[in-house]
């Protein structure tokens, strides 16, 4: 995978005051974080708590942020995993995407563009979500959409005390520290994925036998083929909303217990020949 290294991705910003070149210095650092992140030897919430770290240095004016992945379908999401850099966002989180159902990184995400507030306790455009989280204290806020080419995989959402603490040029470096990270955001789900896809199938390649062993029980108990036996155990897995191999284990050490009761009660020969002891 090649990473986006800060050269490649930002043009240099109009103007030359210190603060300005200051400002650009903490974007390229955090780019070059970004670049850095090794996919695999972090878990998806650990590159997602890394991404909002940085953000929060890329993106001047900001106290705190929060990454979020979403799977967005037509004017509906959910999310598949978040992260942010400090407490007080978390709260906000659990607000945006728990209480309420509403807020400017959901927003972000439905509508693949930038939104921006200087005052959420009078923002009209989220009126739950804006005033509960200026009585945190917390009055400004800044959403980026996650874009990759032809979706949107979530959203960056970093946060001020301050009213007004975004301007056009955070929002230009925001906008900035967003295209890269979305790509490195969406490598990771994708590995995530693959590594959780992986281990189902590994672990349905070891349950194989013990399903065997319980679809030959039922055809030896009822007769029944082998297609109906495992129709017979998929149901039983669907009742007890429990995975299948679960449900044939038992099945199995069930039989395993009662063949070992009724030969030590004398009903079975050791032999298993189904001879009696004299």
């Given at each position: ?269 050791p032999n298993g020949s189904g001879a009696a002891k004299p």
């Open positions: 995978m090649t990473h986006p290294t800060p050269e490649n991705v930002l043009p240099r910003i109009p103007g030359t005051s210190d603060e300005g070149s200051s400002d650009e210095a903490d974007l390229h650092a955090s780019l070059a974080d970004l670049a850095g992140l090794v996919m695999g030897a972090q878990g998806l919430h650990d590159v997602l708590a890394s991404v909002a770290t940085y953000a929060v240095h890329a993106i001047p004016g900001a106290d705190g942020s929060g990454v979020t992945l979403l799977r967005v379908d037509s004017s509906r999401h959910r999310v598949e995993a978040l992260a942010a850099s400090h407490p007080f966002v978390a709260e906000i989180d659990e607000i945006q995407y728990v209480t309420l159902n509403e807020g400017p990184c959901i927003s972000a995400a439905l509508e693949g563009r930038t939104f921006r507030s200087g005052s959420l306790g009078g923002e009209k455009q989220w009126p739950r979500f804006g005033p509960r989280v200026g009585r945190l204290g917390v009055h400004s806020a800044l959403s980026l959409p996650l874009l990759v080419p032809g979706k949107v995989v979530g959203a960056i959402s970093v946060y001020a005390r301050d009213k007004d603490a975004f301007d056009d040029r955070a929002t230009h470096l925001g906008e900035q520290f967003a295209a890269p990270a979305a790509v490195s955001l969406h490598n990771a789900q994708v590995l995530a994925r693959a590594q959780a896809l992986t281990l189902q199938l590994e672990t349905a390649l070891s349950s194989r036998p013990i399903i065997d062993q319980a679809i030959g029980l039922l055809r030896g108990r009822s007769g029944i083929s082998t297609d109906e036996a495992f129709a017979r155990l998929r149901e039983i897995s669907q009742s007890e909303n429990t995975r299948m191999a679960v449900v044939a284990e038992r099945l199995v050490d069930e039989a395993a217990r009662g063949a070992r009761a009724r030969r030590a009660e004398g009903h079975v020969a």
